[in-house]
């Protein structure tokens, strides 16, 4: 099984700056892609980002150029970096991961509990 634990989440003002932290604990000797989906209240569950074992990202398009996701290996910890947000960022933000980039970006298979995100403006 594998977990996964979000941090970093808040409340920040347009234009301002947040970053969440997701920690992968259990079985990450199979999880090469780990990524961040988020949901806006009303809406369906989005994809934000993903990165893969060899470094390469996939962003979403509301996203590309705002948002930077990285990952330390040895710390088994994901980071999602957001600049110049926006009121329509506001979402619970879902760590996710699975075996390859891929899955991440179209079904992954483990979830984090959320953490929310909130962009007054």
């Known amino acids: 099984q594998v977990q996964l634990v979000e941090s970093g989440g808040g409340l920040v003002q347009a234009g301002g700056s947040l970053s969440l932290s997701c920690v992968v604990s259990g079985s990450t000797f199979s999880i090469n892609g780990v990524g961040w989906y988020r949901q806006a209240p009303g809406k369906q569950r989005e994809f934000v980002a993903a990165?893969?074992?060899?470094?390469?990202?996939d962003y979403s398009d509301s996203v590309k150029g705002r948002f930077t996701i990285s990952r330390d290996n040895a710390k088994n910890t994901a980071y999602l970096h957001m600049n110049s947000l926006k009121p329509e960022d506001t979402a619970v933000y879902y760590c996710?991961?699975?075996?390859?980039?891929?899955?991440?970006?179209?079904?992954?298979?483990?979830w984090g509990q959320g953490t929310q995100v909130t962009v007054s403006s």
């Open positions: 996710t991961a699975d075996q390859a980039l891929w899955r991440v970006v179209n079904a992954p298979l483990y």
């Open positions: 990165i893969g074992s060899n470094y390469n990202t």
